[in-house]
């Protein structure tokens, strides 16, 4: 599993020394006005929890039209299990209908 040490050391390696508050790192730090619709899909076991809600609440405040989905139990990126846990595959087909409902308003 994925927890907070092991995110600050990957993050470390791949960013060498590239500031932690660059919108290119992170997206809490962009300016989100103008966003199309976005879903954020997390696990209540998720290390990013807090980073993927606080996403949401500015994005919310930024005016995107935003979805926020929080899988009971499950952890980071549960969505690559979808070949044996089902909420894995609800997740996905989740996503697809999310698709289908932007594009729908698109047409």
């Known amino acids: 599993m994925l927890d907070l040490r092991n995110i600050r050391t990957s993050g470390e390696i791949y960013l060498?020394?590239?500031?932690?508050?660059?919108?290119?790192?992170?997206?809490?730090?962009?300016?989100?006005?103008?966003?199309?619709p976005v879903l954020i899909q997390v696990g209540s076991d998720e290390a990013l929890l807090s980073d993927a809600t606080r996403f949401v609440e500015k994005a919310k405040k930024a005016g995107v039209p935003t979805t926020l989905e929080v899988w009971d139990g499950m952890q980071h990126v549960w969505q690559y299990t979808a070949s044996f846990v089902p909420e894995a595959r609800q997740a996905i087909r989740n996503i697809g209908e999310f698709a289908e409902r932007i594009w729908d308003r698109q047409s």
């Open 16 to 36: 060498r020394g590239v500031d932690l508050r660059s919108p290119l790192v992170s997206p809490l730090y962009a300016d989100l006005h103008g966003l199309p």
